[in-house]
C-alpha cells in the first residue's frame, strides 16, 4: 500500500482503534483483496472487511463484538440468518444494550447464545425493543458467507 493509501485506512479504521491494540508496538496490518472485498488481517487475525465503503468487523473481532449491542433471536430464524436474511421483527427474543440507528450490533441464538451475524441497525435500541414487524437488522457478514469463506481458508 501506498503512504497515502495507508492514511486514509488509518483515518477510516479510527472507531475501531481502542480495540486493536495498535498502541502495542508494530503490529502488521495485511489486506487481502478479493472479488472487491478488503480483509485487514492485524497481526495476522481478519478483523476488518471493506465493501464498498463501509469498513465492518468481521465475525473473528470478538473484542470489539462484545462491545456492541446484541440481537437475539429465536431458533427458526438462525438458518435464515446465515442465509443472510435480514433480521424480523417477529424473530427477535431480545435487545441487549443501547444503540443507536445505523449502529453495528450482533445477532446471536436465544439457545446457545453464538454469534450468527454482525449487522447494521435499522431502529436505535429504545424503538427495536417496540417493533414487531418488518426488519430490523440489516445482515452484513454472516457464518459461512463469502467474507468468512475466505477468511477461514487463508
Not at 60 to 85: P, Q
Not at 90 to 108: A, D, L, M, R, W
Not at 125 to 150: K, L, P
Amino acid at each position: 500500500m501506498s503512504h497515502k493509501e495507508v492514511k486514509a485506512l488509518a483515518s477510516q479504521l479510527s472507531s475501531f482503534k481502542d480495540y486493536l491494540n495498535l498502541e502495542s508496538g508494530r503490529v502488521s496490518v495485511e489486506v487481502a483483496r478479493s472479488g472487491g472485498i478488503d480483509i485487514f488481517f492485524v497481526g495476522g487475525v481478519p478483523l476488518l472487511f471493506k465493501i464498498g465503503e463501509i469498513i465492518a468487523p468481521t465475525l473473528l473481532f470478538e473484542t470489539y463484538l462484545s462491545s456492541l449491542g446484541r440481537i437475539v433471536v429465536d431458533m427458526g430464524a438462525v438458518a435464515h440468518v446465515c442465509d443472510g436474511a435480514n433480521i424480523m421483527a417477529p424473530g427477535v427474543k431480545g435487545v441487549h444494550g443501547i444503540f443507536q440507528e445505523g449502529s453495528f450490533v450482533t445477532v446471536v441464538d436465544e439457545k446457545y447464545g453464538k454469534t450468527l451475524a454482525v449487522g447494521r441497525a435499522l431502529y436505535s435500541s429504545e424503538s427495536m425493543i417496540n417493533i414487531s414487524r418488518g426488519v430490523v437488522v440489516e445482515n452484513i457478514h454472516y457464518v459461512g458467507d463469502r467474507i468468512y469463506r475466505i477468511y477461514k481458508s487463508a
